[in-house]
C-alpha cells in the first residue's frame, strides 16, 4: 500500500488556518496579510486590456513575459540603482512560488535553512517539503534579526539562510547596516541569502535596502510580488531574481510545476510597475495612520509593543491566555508561536482592515486584557 511522503507528514496546516477557522462568521479580523484596498484600476485595466487583445490565451515563456520582465528590470534600477538583466528572473505564481523555487533549487537532502523565529510559516514548512532541515534563529528584542546570531549559526551543513524586511510578523525593518553584514557573510560563507521583499514598499520609518545592492558574489537572490505593494493578493504574480545561473537552475522546477503565471496577471502586473505610483503611497501614508492608532490602543491597554517600521502587522508581548480570550469576544488574532517556538507569548495583529473596525476591535482587546490580567 502506498503511504504518504515523509516530507508532506512533516508539515501541518497552518496555525493562521485553525485560527480563522474557530473564529465565528461576524467576528473581527485582525489576522489576515492582505490589504483592503482595491487593485489598482490601472493593474486592472492592464489584464482587461490584454484579455480582450488575445494576448492571455496562450503559455508565456516559462520565465514571463519579456515586457514584465523589463518592467521588474527597471523597477529595480528605479528603487535602488541596481542592474538586472531581464533574463536573471522568473515571474512566479505570488512570492510563495518564489520562495519554493528558490529552496527546491538549493537544498539537498538534510541540508540546513536558517531563518527568524518567530517568521514567516511558509519558511519552515518549504524547507521540510525541500527535504531540508529548518533552523530557526531567535529575534532581537525589538524583532529584527541579527547578523551575529545567523553567522553563528552557520555550519558546513548550511545551504540558505532567509531574510524577510520588512518582516511578516513583526513589522520590523533591518537596517543598512544589517543588510550589508547579511550580504558579507553569504559572500564570506558561500552560502546563499534568500532575500524575502514583499512587503518593500510598506515602510513608515528609514528606507529598505537589500543585501542585493552590497553582495560581491552572486550569493544573494531576491523574492518580490505584487501582492502587498499593489493589494494584488489575489492575482498571484511574484518573482525570483538572481544570477543566471541561479536562475536557470530555479527555471528548471518552474517549467515542470508551473510552465508559466498566470498571464493574465502577467499584464496587470506590468501595468501596475509601469503606471502612476500614487495608489502604493496612499495605502502606505493609511497603513501608517492605522499603526500609530493601533500602537496607542494596545500600549494604552498596557501591552508591551515592539514598535513595527514596516508591512502591516504589530506583534504584542500578552499574557497567558490572551489571544483565547480574544478570539472568544470577536476579534481573530494569531497567538505568536504559530510563527515558530520563540513566538510564544506574543500576537499578530494586522492592520490591514478599516479604521472603524481597529477602533472597534480595539475596544474590544482592552476589555479582554483587562479580563485576563
Not at 523555487?101 to 525541500?130: C, M, N, R, W
Request: aromatic share 6%; charged share 25%.
Amino acid at each position: 500500500m502506498t503511504e504518504f511522503a515523509h516530507r508532506v507528514e512533516q508539515v501541518s496546516i497552518s496555525g493562521i488556518r485553525k485560527v480563522f477557522e474557530a473564529a465565528g462568521d461576524d467576528a473581527i479580523n485582525l489576522g489576515i496579510g492582505q490589504p483592503d484596498f482595491p487593485t489598482p484600476a490601472h493593474a486592472r485595466r492592464g489584464a482587461i486590456e490584454a484579455i480582450e487583445s488575445g494576448l492571455t490565451d496562450a503559455y508565456t515563456s516559462n520565465k514571463g513575459t519579456r515586457s514584465l520582465r523589463e518592467a521588474i528590470s527597471a523597477k529595480y534600477d528605479r528603487d535602488y540603482g541596481l542592474e538586472i538583466d531581464p533574463e536573471d528572473m522568473i515571474a512566479t505564481s505570488g512570492g510563495s512560488e518564489a520562495l519554493h523555487l528558490v529552496l527546491q533549487a538549493h537544498v539537498d537532502p538534510g541540508e540546513e535553512v536558517i531563518f527568524p523565529d518567530p517568521g514567516f510559516v511558509s519558511y519552515d514548512a518549504l524547507t521540510k517539503i525541500a527535504d531540508g532541515t529548518p533552523k530557526p534563529v531567535p529575534l532581537r528584542e525589538d524583532l529584527t534579526l541579527d547578523p551575529t546570531t545567523v553567522e553563528e549559526a552557520i555550519t558546513d551543513d548550511t545551504a540558505v539562510f532567509v531574510v524577510n524586511s520588512p518582516a511578516n510578523p513583526t513589522g520590523a525593518v533591518q537596517s543598512e547596516d544589517d543588510m550589508r553584514e547579511f550580504a558579507r557573510i553569504a559572500d564570506e560563507h558561500d552560502v546563499l541569502c534568500l532575500s524575502d521583499e514583499v512587503y518593500e514598499h510598506i515602510v513608515f520609518e528609514g528606507t529598505h535596502r537589500s543585501p542585493l545592492e552590497f553582495a560581491e558574489t552572486d550569493n544573494v537572490v531576491v523574492v518580490s510580488a505584487c501582492s502587498k505593494t499593489y493589494s494584488m493578493t489575489g492575482w498571484r504574480l511574484g518573482w525570483v531574481a538572481g544570477s543566471n545561473r541561479r536562475i536557470e537552475r530555479m527555471l528548471r522546477v518552474h517549467q515542470y510545476g508551473q510552465a508559466c503565471a498566470s498571464a493574465p496577471a502577467q499584464y496587470a502586473a506590468e501595468a501596475a510597475l509601469t503606471g502612476p505610483q500614487e495608489p502604493v503611497a496612499e495605502m502606505v501614508d493609511a497603513f501608517e495612520q492605522r499603526r500609530d492608532v493601533v500602537l496607542d490602543g494596545l500600549e494604552d491597554a498596557g501591552l508591551e509593543v515592539p514598535k513595527p517600521e514596516g508591512a502591516f502587522y504589530v506583534m504584542p508581548k500578552v499574557p497567558e491566555g490572551w489571544c483565547a480570550e480574544v478570539l472568544e469576544r470577536g476579534v481573530v488574532v494569531v497567538p505568536g508561536d504559530a510563527f515558530g517556538a520563540n513566538g510564544e507569548g506574543y500576537a499578530r495583529l494586522s492592520y490591514a482592515t478599516g479604521m472603524d473596525e481597529l477602533k472597534e476591535a480595539l475596544e474590544i482587546i482592552d476589555e479582554a486584557t483587562q479580563a485576563v490580567r
